[in-house]
């Protein structure tokens, strides 16, 4: 049976209105996107990514004026009969005041703009884009939105279910190999005793049972477990909130070997519990 195949998205508007937002916040979701394609490479592309990922992958192109004679035949491209895939034209706009502002904080010039100001070239762009901008099927004025709340917009129009859920990673290490350097958070479980010193335990990991139960019958362990993970929950509210679909919790003991192991599964199994998408990793199991 043939995969539904996956949606493309063409990204235009505005320079200044938001395009790199949106194409960053639909790559978080699982899109693979492309930025700054001229418009007629665009079936190109897509046969590769079908070739490569399979038809089912999204994909997300940035399309805008910097492709110059290029661009031009966006207008009149149809993308659903030329890739077979469902499509959505998205145009990003604001106010000439919000893009002004924001390209003059970013200190770059307008791609049009020439030997003229600023605002000739927004100018130019909004001339060229008249015809773009009235096919567009989902049409976005950033002019009041912050970062946030853009990402939040495309996450409503194009998220699945299971996109817009925050993606947790577990990760066990030994402080001795170093602390991993994308850690949101990072909790030392050597204030519990070390397994290590029991010999028939020695030999274990924090997987195997016996392991397992002796750390967390220690009197310090089920307290840790009773406060961190509440703490480590509302965050991940706060970071859905935000925009922010990914968070690394890391639990570090000595050879991470034996206490952060076990105590990784187990907040990783009430992270679950809670509701999250959450993934244990153990990173330095089998090193020694």
């Known amino acids: ?23 960053k916040e639909l790559e978080d979701l699982g899109y693979f996107v492309v930025d ?33 004679a290029f661009f031009d035949t966006l207008a009149s491209q149809r993308y659903e009969h030329s890739t077979g895939r469902p499509t959505t034209l998205l145009y990003l706009d604001a106010s000439d005041d919000a893009l002004v502002r924001r390209q003059e904080a970013a ?15 927004l100018e130019r762009e909004r001339e060229v884009l008249t015809k773009i901008r009235g096919r567009a099927d989902l ?21 699945s279910l299971q ?9 066990s290490f030994g402080f001795k190999y170093g602390i991993p ?14 397994p290590h010193w029991v010999p028939e335990l020695r030999a274990h990991t924090g997987k195997d049972l ?26 991940a509210r706060g970071y859905l909130e935000e925009g922010k679909r990914f968070m690394t919790v890391a639990l570090g003991c000595t050879g991470g070997k034996h206490r ?20 244990c990793i153990h990173r330095d199991l089998g090193r020694e």
């Open 181 to 194: 350097g994308d850690a949101d958070f990072v909790a030392d479980m050597r204030f519990l005793p070390n």
């Open 260 to 279: 952060s192991v076990a105590m990784s599964e187990a907040i990783s199994q009430r992270l679950a519990e809670g509701g999250l998408d959450v993934r």
């Open 107 to 121: 200190r770059r010039p307008h791609p049009l703009q020439g030997d003229g100001r600023l605002l000739d070239g």
């Open 1 to 23: 049976m043939t995969s539904q195949r996956g949606e493309l998205v063409i990204i235009t508007g505005m320079t200044g209105a938001g395009r790199s937002t949106a194409a």
């Open 36 to 68: 700054n394609l001229p418009p007629t490479l665009v079936p190109d592309v897509v046969g590769m990514v079908d070739a490569e990922h399979g038809t089912s992958q999204p994909v997300a192109i940035v399309v805008d004026v910097r492709s110059g």
């Open 163 to 171: 996109s817009l859920q925050l993606k947790v990673t577990v990760i």
């Open 210 to 235: 016996d392991v397992a139960e002796y750390v967390k019958k220690q009197p310090d362990a089920m307290p840790f477990l009773d406060s961190y993970t509440p703490v480590l929950e509302l965050v």
């Open 139 to 159: 049409l976005i004025d950033t002019t009041g939105l912050n970062v946030h709340q853009l990402t939040a917009r495309i996450a409503t129009h194009f998220g």
